[in-house]
């Protein structure tokens, strides 16, 4: 046979081979009105990137937003951070699978959605500020409250950390994203070191190797800390026929949403008008949910109540809306990977629970966030930074502007519904 004759039959056979897995490995959607079947290989097991944290309690003293902005009904019937008036509060969006695989949604979504809050606390003016999880990688690994690494990791106790063990979170730009850990073995991994250490928190490197230059710690460095975090636990929400205090977790460190009921509606019910309420006073909340569901996930409401509600993944919910057609809401969730589903978005229905998005809601609010450096020297030794205060909108005199200043909007709605 010729060398030409050969390429044909191995473009041949790697078409064959394509097909088969294809066939053995894909699943194909419902046929949705529009008569639309997405095919799409899965060509990788969704294994858990998540850690246990239930030993992790809530750390707040002011009120939730369910709280102070009573009647959850003057919310929109549609909002998005990514579209106020047309304008976006969200910070870039991220790929944790780049430039080798790592299993760190749980601090992607996390981080994500904590620049996102000090991203609307600054009114979206401003260079955007994205936080480092190469240090959350680099430092939150091995140590006796493990946080997590890219062979996964924990949101609640990432919030802990932050706050209570590291005191603050540098900007990505001390520190890039190399979806490395100590205990990773993908890629280049091996070869680079993630120990937790000064230089691996915040560095520069002044030229080449060969022309004399080298690689130094920054000691003083632009950051950002955690005023407080929690959680929002489905089962922590219980109708009944008695409305007990709402308000008893005020004042009190390290508690939960126990007691929350309503005798007209029912738990979930209740946990989402008060996420709602959070996502709208304070920005973009943190859930789990069963990833491997969504795999095949390419656009539409994804509204599958028969899939596993097995958590193994982490995501951040930016917003909610409403179908036009069919009158289904529907959460707006960020997800960690850019180029998936809807541009690194997808949409899912509210309410049912569906593949465990709404069993835990977590959420944190900023402390400070540094704004502006001085003038300094490469190795940091000299800079003062000037820091922002992040404050709470239940501090702010005027609480109904908080409703007042986002209503206006430009909903997003669709006529597709995806069920797998």
Not at 35 to 51: A, D, M, N, Q, T
Not at 107 to 127: C, F, Q, V
Not at 217 to 245: Q, R, S
Request: proline fraction near 4%.
């Amino acid at each position: 046979m010729t060398k030409f004759a050969y390429f044909l039959l191995f473009i041949l056979l790697q078409s064959i081979i394509d097909t088969v897995v294809v066939a053995t490995t894909a699943t194909a959607t419902k046929d949705t009105d529009d008569g639309l079947i997405v095919v799409h290989p899965r060509r990788s097991y969704f294994k858990s990137e998540l850690l246990e944290d239930s030993d992790v309690e809530s750390d707040y003293t002011l009120p939730l937003p369910i709280d102070y902005l009573g009647d959850p009904e003057i919310l929109p019937e549609s909002f998005s951070w990514n579209d106020v008036g047309g304008k976006s509060y969200l910070t870039k969006l991220l790929n944790q699978h780049i430039p080798q695989y790592c299993g760190s949604c749980w601090a992607h979504s996390a981080l994500s959605a904590l620049a996102d809050r000090i991203k609307i606390a600054r009114n979206g003016t401003g260079i955007d500020i994205n936080l480092s999880i190469q240090y959350v990688l680099n430092c939150g690994t091995g140590i006796k409250n493990h946080v997590g690494s890219c062979r996964g990791g924990s949101v609640m106790k990432l919030y802990r950390f932050i706050k209570e063990e590291s005191g603050m979170i540098p900007y990505d730009t001390c520190m890039p994203y190399i979806a490395c850990s100590e205990d990773s073995t993908e890629g280049f991994c091996p070869y680079v070191n993630t120990t937790c250490s000064p230089i691996n928190t915040c560095r520069t490197c002044d030229t080449f190797v060969e022309n004399g230059g080298t690689c130094r710690e920054i000691d003083v460095m632009p950051n950002a800390t955690i005023a407080e975090y929690g959680y929002y636990k489905l089962e922590d929400f219980t109708p009944t026929t008695t409305n007990n205090n709402n308000n008893n977790n005020n004042n009190n460190n390290n508690n939960n949403n126990n007691n929350r009921s309503d005798s007209n509606n029912n738990s979930t019910d209740l946990l989402v008008k008060a996420v709602k309420a959070e996502i709208f006073a304070r920005g973009p909340v943190v859930t789990t949910l069963n990833g491997h569901a969504l795999v095949d996930y390419v656009g539409g409401i994804y509204a599958n109540a028969s899939a596993s509600k097995e958590r193994s993944h982490a995501v951040s919910i930016t917003g909610w809306g409403k179908d036009i057609g069919t009158g289904q809401e529907y959460w707006i969730v960020r997800n960690s990977v850019k180029y998936w589903g809807e541009m690194g978005f997808f949409r899912i229905a509210i309410g049912k629970n569906i593949i465990g998005i709404e069993t835990k809601i977590i959420w944190a609010t900023p402390g400070t966030f540094t704004t502006v450096n001085y003038h300094c020297y490469e190795d940091g030794k000299n800079c003062g930074p000037t820091t922002q205060k992040y404050v709470d909108p239940f501090k702010k005199e005027d609480r109904e502007s908080i409703v007042g200043n986002f209503q206006q909007k430009i909903p997003r709605t669709t006529t597709s519904i995806v069920e797998k």
